[in-house]
């Protein structure tokens, strides 16, 4: 009996610890990396950059306290390409460490657009003039 009780006591914590995010928002963000994304602002790593205006394409990692998106140039196959962290969030940044999807989004905003909208916005601006 004692040697059943061992394990269960180790794995309690591991039970009790809390998910940044549940499956169904986790494949809503999958559904974010099927897009390309125009860059608002230049990304420069280790003298290695992409170009503001560049297109793009995200890969999201989640873990059990975190969020990455990564973002490659759109000519470069996924498996191939050199990724680029362009975001990275904590659950400390989210409201009772819980995922949500409007900050995520803000956050992502700041750095990257959809094309589509994109292209939008610019035939919009065009019809003004």
């Known amino acids: 009996m004692i040697r059943l ?4 006591v180790f794995l309690f914590p591991l039970l009790a610890c809390s998910v940044l995010m549940t499956r169904s928002e986790e494949a809503l963000l999958r559904e974010k990396e099927k897009n ?9 790593i280790n003298d290695k950059k992409l170009k503001k205006g560049g297109e793009v ?3 999201i990692a989640t873990g059990r306290e ?3 998106v990564y973002a490659y140039p759109v000519r470069f196959d996924s498996l191939k390409a050199e990724r680029y962290l362009i975001l990275y969030l904590f659950e400390d940044e989210f409201m009772n460490k819980k ?31």
């Open 99 to 129: 995922f949500a999807a409007d900050l995520f989004d803000e956050k992502l905003s700041a750095v990257v657009e959809e094309k589509n909208s994109a292209e939008h916005e610019k035939r919009r601006q065009l019809k003004k003039k």
């Open 66 to 68: 975190w969020v990455k």
């Open 5 to 8: 009780m061992i394990p269960i």
């Open 36 to 44: 390309i994304y125009i860059l608002k602002k230049d990304i420069d």
């Open 57 to 59: 394409r995200i890969v």
